[in-house]
């Protein structure tokens, strides 16, 4: 069965101080690595997604890499506005496989 | 350009009640999934509709949910005789493919048993 750890769950910075987010899965096969941003009452917003160990995208102060077992979503100098909980989720290679499994996400805190 | 479409955004219902969730995908868009959000969960897989089929159910309860999206109109999720363990968010998605290259969620529909 297809796994997502992320941590930590709940993660307070102060505004410009960069830190980065974990991601860890078990997939039987890996098409993709999806991360995604949920603000409060709203449905998930897409942010990256990720194919093979070694690839990186950025977008804006966030940038997001990939290894074999995990991925990680850097965030550098963030801002209040950088507030959200971030999903990470994954979809399994395979002819049948649609559905994402997702984490239970990290709350992120961003103080002025 | 409007976004995926749901609603109500909230729906209240006593135990042994009907409940019905819909969702409009995006324009263009032929591809929808139905995610649900517990407390303290993350969003779980449900069912993947395409026009008029059900392609992947393996998320759904085998009892009580059912899920369509017919030719015209929008995607409805149906959970009959409604009890306290179903309260949750339930989100829509929809993408212009079955990959999952990006999907675009609604705001969700929050349903409370009473």
């Known amino acids: 069965e297809d796994q997502v750890t992320q941590s930590p769950e709940a993660l307070r910075l102060q505004e410009g101080e960069s830190s980065s987010l974990n991601c860890s899965y078990t997939?039987?096969?890996?098409?993709?690595l999806f991360w995604y941003r949920q603000d409060p009452g709203k449905g998930p917003e897409f942010l990256f997604t990720l194919y093979s160990a070694g690839e990186e995208k950025e977008k804006e102060r966030l940038k997001a890499t990939l290894t074999k077992k995990e991925s990680f979503l850097h965030i550098t100098a963030p801002k209040p506005e950088d507030s959200a909980t971030y999903l990470c989720a994954v979809q399994a290679s395979g002819g049948s496989n649609y559905k994402l499994t997702f984490g239970k996400g990290t709350l992120l805190t961003v103080n002025p | 350009n409007a976004g995926v479409m749901q609603n109500p955004r909230h729906l209240v219902r006593r135990r042994g009640q009907e409940a019905r969730l819909r969702c409009s995908p995006m324009k263009g868009h032929s591809h929808v999934y139905w995610y649900r959000q517990l407390p303290e969960e993350g969003l779980k897989f449900m069912v993947y509709l395409q026009k008029e089929n059900i392609i992947d159910e393996s998320g759904m309860p085998k009892e009580r949910f059912s899920a369509e999206f017919p030719k015209e109109g929008p995607s409805i999720l149906r959970i009959q005789q409604v009890v306290r363990g179903d309260s949750a968010a339930y989100f829509c998605a929809s993408s212009t493919s079955g990959f999952n290259e990006k999907l675009f969620f609604g705001s969700g529909t929050q349903l409370s048993v009473l």
């Open positions: 997939v039987s096969g890996l098409r993709g």
